[in-house]
């Protein structure tokens, strides 16, 4: 099936999308990045995007942070997006990726007086963390504080931090890293914020302990609220609390919600997935194909009917 990618203000074939060896963005990890899953409904025949325009929110409050100056607005970018899809025309789960960067064919460290530009692509991905139960490991490697690289916007220069950790859990044999924030307590997955479940209650890192403040931690909060009337304490978390949680789950727009099953051969729970995080498991997943009413503004209908 042909893909289309939007570059340089319009519209080209995916295999013409090219950029000039000399893009700063290359070479300094000048740009910021979003994720936008497409969850495909078969009953309805319907691509729906998950809260596509929080996304690009977050990539306009990244772009401020780094001086990337687009002409567009959240609602634009969001039109782009959907049109971009419309033309590749899927019929499956699909993953988007957005990115503005400093296109600058110019060398040089620094944030000013450099071109921005903005492309977007989608591409067919199913799993990202191909395992129902994740088994994870402590990572040697530690989230960057705010006043190094701010974790609260999705820099591509900062994602070295999160492939080091990864490979090293990999090389390690386990599935996902959980990384520390600088002062030692825990703070999330190279690419997932992390829940467990402490009496009945669910707990996970507060935007303070250097963690992208991630719209899956945000979706899974309001229905673990509405749907369970279970509450979410943001705090500082011990990793001595993450070895003896009840119920251990890692969230993201790849991710989704996945069950950690192990940590550093500590098994949480029962070794599955505990109750709770199969209940808001089970919610996620219907809610992001669009099936449930409650939710339906937060899924944009990508063909017209
Ligand atoms: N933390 C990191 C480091 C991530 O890269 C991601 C993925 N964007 C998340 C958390 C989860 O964020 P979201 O739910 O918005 O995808």
């Not at 673990?224 to 979410?232: K, W």
């Amino acid at each position: 099936m042909p893909s289309y990618a939007f570059l340089h203000k319009q519209f080209v074939p995916l295999e013409e999308a090219k950029i000039g060896v000399m893009t700063h963005a290359l070479h300094y990890g000048t740009a910021i990045f979003e994720g936008i899953r497409g969850n495909w409904n078969s009953l309805k025949q319907q691509v729906y995007l998950f809260r596509l325009k929080e996304h690009y929110q977050r990539l306009l409050r990244g772009c401020c942070l780094l001086r990337i100056n687009l002409p567009y607005t959240a609602d634009e970018l969001c039109q782009i997006t959907i049109e971009l899809v419309r033309k590749c025309a899927f019929k499956e789960d699909i993953y988007i990726r957005p990115l503005a960067y400093k296109s600058s064919q110019a060398l040089g460290v620094r944030l000013h007086d450099l071109e921005d530009d903005f492309l977007v692509f989608a591409t067919p991905w199913g799993r990202y963390l191909d395992t129902d139960k994740c088994r994870c490991t402590i990572s040697s490697w530690r989230r960057p504080e705010a006043n190094v690289i701010p974790p609260q916007a999705k820099i591509t220069g900062l994602y070295i931090n999160n492939a080091f950790a990864k490979t090293e859990a990999m090389a390690k044999g386990f599935d996902e890293a959980i990384m520390l924030a600088p002062d030692g307590h825990i703070s999330e997955g190279s690419g997932e914020n992390i829940f467990l479940v402490i009496d009945g209650k669910l707990v996970t890192p507060a935007s303070y302990n250097s963690i992208l403040i991630g719209i899956t931690r945000d979706t899974v909060i309001k229905l673990a609220q509405n749907e369970l009337g279970v509450e979410t304490i943001e705090r500082p978390i011990d990793r001595s609390e993450l070895y003896t949680a009840q119920e251990c789950f890692l969230t993201g727009t790849a991710a989704h919600i996945t069950p950690v099953a192990e940590i550093d051969h500590y098994q949480i729970g029962d070794g599955k997935a505990g109750k709770i995080t199969a209940k808001l498991k089970k919610i996620y997943a219907e809610v992001i194909k669009g099936n449930h009413q409650k939710y339906q503004s937060w899924c944009t209908a990508v063909y017209k009917k």
